[in-house]
Antibody
């Protein structure tokens, strides 16, 4: 079964760091570009970051650029999001998502994890 | 940044009714527009990709159309299980963006 499972969320103080992980299974992880998408409580979806299959290209939303770092370990079938200098407005459920095609650069997301909640509060 | 504007924000419909949700892009995005369904406390589910391409396992009552800046998601003969929030999403250019969502209530 194709599956993504996030972990690492929790309560963190403003300015603090947190590292999210996403474990992939059921597909050839290294073939696919991966993304992080977040959803603040009661709000809509916001794209956060993406990384190519071979780690060569990363992209970020302006709201997180310079504070968040996306990475992956294809040997471990894992995706990561290192979040530093966290702010209250980063409070959200963070989803990892896979694109539908192994060859597309920009594509729809066909597989989503269940999400992990990040709460930034003092 | 490409802004996606959905309408309506909320719609209350009766079972078996037909529902149309529109998504307008602030600039042309070709057919790089996708639709998702999100039920409470669940992750989004892909319904339609590239404006009109169907997704395996998604009921045939869901269909999409449009190109350029104007897109439509149509749900024929709504069922109780279709109560959810629906989002459009563009993958034409970075940053990737989503519409604000359309909440659908079944009466």
């Amino acid at each position: 079964e194709v599956q993504l499972v996030e972990s690492g969320g929790g309560l963190v103080k403003p300015g603090g760091p947190l590292r999210l992980s996403c474990a992939a299974s059921g597909f050839t992880f290294s073939d696919y570009r991966m993304h992080w998408v977040r959803q603040a409580p009661g709000k809509g979806l916001e794209w956060v970051s993406s990384i190519s299959g071979t780690n060569s290209f990363t992209y970020y939303a302006d709201s997180v650029k310079g504070r968040f770092t996306i990475s992956r370990d294809n040997a471990k079938n894992s995706l990561y999001l290192q979040m530093n200098s966290l702010r209250a407005e980063d409070t959200a459920v963070y989803y990892c998502a896979r694109v539908t095609s192994s060859v597309a650069i920009l594509d729809a997301f066909d597989i989503w994890g269940h999400g992990t909640m990040v709460i930034v509060s003092s | 940044e490409i802004v996606l504007t959905q309408s309506p924000d909320f719609q209350s419909v009766t079972p078996k009714e037909k529902l149309t949700i529109t998504c307008r892009a602030s600039q042309s995005i070709g057919s790089s527009l996708h639709w998702y369904q999100q039920k409470p406390d669940q992750s989004p589910k892909l319904l339609i990709k590239f404006a009109s391409q169907s997704i395996s396992g998604v009921p045939s009552r869901f269909s999409g159309s449009g190109s350029g800046t104007d897109f439509t998601l149509t749900i024929n003969s709504l069922e109780a299980e279709d109560a959810a929030t629906y989002y459009c999403h563009q993958s034409s250019s970075l940053p990737l963006t989503f519409g604000q969502g359309t909440k659908v209530e079944i009466k």
